[in-house]
């Protein structure tokens, strides 16, 4: 038996043999479920984070704020790739930008950025 017939095999034993809904669980967690609209808004968020660019692109500015001459020289990728990806990431408010003359420095938008990158990579490192 192979290691994924045997895997099936173990989910066909766990299946329920009768249907029966815990009603107050569902109840609960029913009350305090997000609407369509949110959960939509936080998988998109999530998507963000898929790309191997913008995760350099975040980690990159975790550390100090950065225009994109900087962040292109550091990640060697060229400035228009970076451009395109910090666009993204600032629709997604993810990154903020302050103009200084005639450059411009990108930073997090907030604390929370660098929290989830932070349990990201304690996560991945357990």
Do not use: N, W
């Amino acid at each position: 038996m192979t290691e994924q017939e045997r895997i099936e095999q173990e989910v066909r034993e766990c299946v329920c043999e009768f249907m029966h809904v815990h009603e107050e669980i569902v109840d609960k967690v029913e009350k305090v479920m997000p609407d369509e609209q949110q959960l939509l808004e936080l998988s998109e968020f999530f998507k963000v984070f898929g790309d191997s660019t913008r995760i350099k692109i975040l980690y990159v500015l975790s550390q100090s704020e950065m225009c994109v001459c900087d962040i292109a020289t550091l990640l060697q990728m060229g400035q228009s790739a970076i451009s395109h990806q910090l666009r993204v990431l600032k629709q997604m408010r993810l990154v903020k930008f302050r103009r200084d003359g005639k450059t411009v420095f990108y930073s997090l938008s907030d604390d929370h950025i660098q929290t989830i990158l932070a349990q990201g990579m304690e996560h991945i490192s357990e």
